[in-house]
């Protein structure tokens, strides 16, 4: 080794090469024990998002048997009330908005003939668009009257065992009624 004007010893080029590379090798395994923590982090991160995604939809498909169960009444819903009817609430507003689908859907596909032209009238119109007449809409009779379901109040033929609004199981009375 040179000696520098202090008197100490000054590396030589072979010695700071090899400094140089030892820091060089100590850098790279540091990286590699970084990398490795970085992606076993990753995989727990990973494994943690499969799982609560699973636990979710269990949670979910529980909560649909329960519901089921409270809707025909094999479970009772103390407590519960204010999720129930939300629950109802929600089945009301799709079955509603299902119900407008098919009635639009319908309306548009059904035409008829005017009763004084014989021109074509589609389900929901009021007045006959090529004579003017008015539409006489022929209702079918019935032998059964409409009630209210007693979980969500959609009017529903006396004889139901189930709304078909909101699922839920209705009390009939012997004579074929509801309560």
Known sequence: ????????????????????????????????????????????????????????????RLGELVYKKIRIGEIEKEG?????????????????????IEDLSNSQNSESLCTQCGSNVLKGDKFCGSCGTKVEIKQELSNFTLVECNACSTEITDDSRYCPSCGTKQQLHFEGGLD
């Not at 000696?3 to 990286?31: A, N, R």
């Not at 519960?80 to 407008?100: A, T």
């Open 80 to 100: 519960l009330d204010y999720l129930i009817n939300d629950i109802i609430s929600k089945d009301k507003e799709l079955f509603d908005n299902q119900k407008m």
């Open 1 to 60: 080794m040179a000696q520098d004007s202090s008197g100490g010893k000054m590396p030589t080029i072979q010695e700071k090469f090899e400094g140089t590379v030892s820091k060089l090798q100590s850098g790279i395994e540091d990286g590699k024990s970084k990398l490795q923590t970085a992606q076993e982090i990753s995989k727990h991160k990973k494994v943690l998002k499969e799982v609560s995604e699973e636990k979710a939809i269990l949670l979910f």
